[in-house]
């Protein structure tokens, strides 16, 4: 029987980023516990609340899978465990799948993208009370969150389980 690794366990604040959009991509990330919200910034519009990530789900890996840079701004919502699994670590899984997979992810995590950016310029300056997240470059310390405690449904589902060999 193959040892299992062990992931490298990291704590957050409430309110800490854990990785900014437009950064490089290094590693992806599994809630433990806690969550995480994730931010979009476009062009001339407040930054929106694209989705608040859980225990259990994963986030962090469409830059791990397409090689491209952060696409949105990642920070806890709350006290926040997460298991970072590296960019090595997440490449190893990858090159398990059958190579078709690899290809199909790399096309929908393309169209996810424009659709995450679509929706955020579609909505302008339209202020929605979960959406009152400020610029990622000038985030405020914990407890000072304007709209703090509000959840939005996430636009996108995040599965473990498409990473797990069978």
């Known amino acids: 029987m193959r040892k299992a690794k062990v992931l490298d366990r990291r704590v957050f604040r409430e309110g800490q980023v854990i990785f900014r959009e437009g950064e490089q991509s290094w590693a992806a990330f ?3 516990s806690g969550s995480v919200d994730i931010i979009k910034q476009a062009e001339g519009t407040v930054p929106r609340l694209l989705a608040t990530i859980g225990a259990g789900d994963l986030f962090g ?5 397409d090689g491209s840079p952060r696409s ?5 919502a709350e006290v926040t465990v997460v298991q970072v ?7 190893r899984l990858l090159t398990t799948a059958e190579p078709g997979l690899v290809a199909l992810l ?3 995590l393309r169209r996810l993208r424009a659709t995450n ?8 300056d339209e202020v929605m ?3 009152a997240v400020p610029c990622p ?3 405020p310390g914990p407890g000072t969150m304007p709209g703090h405690g509000v959840r939005s449904a996430p636009l996108v589902s995040h599965s473990v389980s498409a990473l797990r060999p069978a």
């Open 72 to 76: 949105a701004t990642a920070r806890a």
């Open 85 to 91: 699994i590296n960019e090595r670590e997440f490449h």
């Open 61 to 65: 890996e469409m830059g791990l899978i």
């Open 106 to 108: 790399k096309v929908l």
């Open 30 to 32: 599994l809630v433990e």
């Open 137 to 139: 470059a000038t985030i």
């Open 117 to 124: 950016q679509a929706l955020v310029e579609e909505r302008g």
């Open 129 to 131: 009370p979960s959406e």
